[in-house]
Every structure is written in structure tokens, then in C-alpha cells.
């Protein structure tokens, strides 16, 4: 069985410019969720992916976007970069469909905005 | 939305001491309860976990307590080893979204 896998592990982008982070879920989850970790803090949820459409998001603005493809891998887009979104991005997936449980974690992308 | 409360945010204990996290939350209509363990650099590893309709689950060394009436949970950790240490974060589910405490750094002292 594969583990939830995100890439890239490291990226440095600077203010205003885009970014693109992948993941590919665990074999046999349907559902992908993102999060945002500030250092020292809980991972925040950004929204989440079931069945290739967003089905629930956090209070975050409509800059973060995401995609989530047929073979149920995501993507989380980050448009007009902040400072404060240097963060660690964590994606999990999970199998209970749009009803989210379990989830598993990915390693994170570490992003930097200079 | 819901708001989930972590203490303490470090703790020290000795190898072979309990160790125990305790969160609250506010949403009543939660209904799971997930623990993560989070080594540097990794992401969270789900460690144990329980849902609203039973009051405590273990697993060799780990044990989690609810508590509906009063709206909190605890990890507890027996028998603490120096692999034990990392950071620690309790979450809540309240509709579809989970909802994270602010962690708690366990350090395991050989």
C-alpha cells in the first residue's frame, strides 16, 4: 500500500508570484484535504476535494484553489503570494467519500515566500 | 465553527513515566476524535483515535479518554520511551473540516 506522497518537499517563490503543489492520495482514498501549518501551530484546513469538486473550505481566501483529478491525485494553487504564506502544506486523503474520516497525512511542502 | 483547545504546550517527563495531553473542544456536534504525533520535519501520523459513542480506547501503550458531557479528551501515554518524543495535536471533526489544537511538544528525558 502507498502513502500519501506531495511535491515538491521544498520550494522558495517570492511575493506575488504562483505556486503549485502536488499530492498523490493514499491507494484507495477518494478524498484529498489540505492544510496549512505555520511554524509552532496546527495544521489549518483549506479546503477539500471528494469526487473532483470542492467539497468544504476553510477560511481561506479565494487565492488558494485546488484540483482534483480523476485518479482522485490533487492540486492546491496559491495565487499573488504573501509573506505569510510560508508555511508547511500538508495534504491528506481519506476513503469515507465526501463525509470525511480517517485521515493520512503526506510529508508536507515547505513553502518560503521571500 | 468549532475551537479546539490543547494543554500544556511542552512536557518534560522521564523514561518509563506517563505522559498525559489533555484538549476541550466547543462544538457538541463533534463526533471524532483523531490524535497526531508530528516528528520534525515529517507530517502528522495518526496514532490513535475515537469516536463519540465510546468513552476511552487503548493501544498498548497509548489510551484515549472522552468525555462528552464535559467536552474533553485526553492522551495518555504509559510507559514513555525517548522515541515518544515529538509534538503531539489533538483535532476535532465538526461538520467536514477538522479543527486542530496548537500541539504539544513531549520530550522524553533518557
Known amino acids: 500500500e502507498t502513502g500519501v506522497t506531495q511535491s515538491p518537499t521544498h520550494l522558495i517563490k517570492t511575493r506575488g508570484q504562483q505556486v503549485t503543489l502536488r499530492c498523490s492520495s493514499q491507494?484507495?482514498?477518494?478524498?484529498v484535504s489540505w492544510y496549512q501549518q505555520a511554524l509552532g501551530q496546527g495544521p489549518q484546513f483549506i479546503f477539500q476535494?471528494?469526487?473532483?469538486?470542492?467539497?468544504g473550505r476553510g477560511n481561506f481566501p479565494p487565492r488558494f484553489s485546488g484540483l482534483q483529478f480523476p485518479n482522485y491525485s490533487s492540486e492546491l494553487n496559491v495565487n499573488a503570494l504573501e509573506l505569510d504564506d510560508s508555511a508547511l502544506y500538508l495534504c491528506?486523503?481519506?476513503?469515507?467519500?465526501?463525509?470525511?474520516?480517517?485521515?493520512?497525512f503526506g510529508p508536507g511542502t515547505r513553502l518560503t515566500v521571500l | 465553527g468549532e475551537n479546539v483547545e490543547q494543554h500544556p504546550s511542552t512536557l518534560s517527563v522521564q523514561e518509563g513515566d506517563s505522559a498525559v495531553i489533555k484538549c476541550t473542544y466547543s462544538?457538541?456536534?463533534?463526533?471524532?476524535f483523531p490524535w497526531y504525533k508530528q516528528e520534525l520535519g515529517k507530517g502528522p501520523q495518526l496514532i490513535i483515535d475515537?469516536?463519540?459513542?465510546?468513552g476511552e480506547k487503548k493501544d498498548q501503550r497509548i489510551a484515549v479518554t472522552l468525555n462528552k458531557t464535559a467536552k474533553h479528551f485526553s492522551l495518555h501515554i504509559t510507559e514513555t520511551q525517548p522515541e515518544d518524543s515529538a509534538v503531539y495535536f489533538c483535532?476535532?471533526?465538526?461538520?467536514?473540516?477538522?479543527?486542530f489544537g496548537t500541539g504539544t511538544s513531549l520530550t522524553v528525558i533518557p
Open positions: 476535494y471528494y469526487r473532483e469538486e470542492e467539497n
Open positions: 491507494s484507495g482514498h477518494n478524498t
Open positions: 483535532a476535532a471533526r465538526g461538520g467536514n473540516q477538522f479543527y
Open positions: 462544538d457538541s456536534a463533534s463526533n471524532y
Open positions: 475515537i469516536r463519540s459513542n465510546v
Open positions: 491528506a486523503s481519506s476513503s469515507a467519500g465526501g463525509y470525511t474520516d480517517t485521515q493520512y
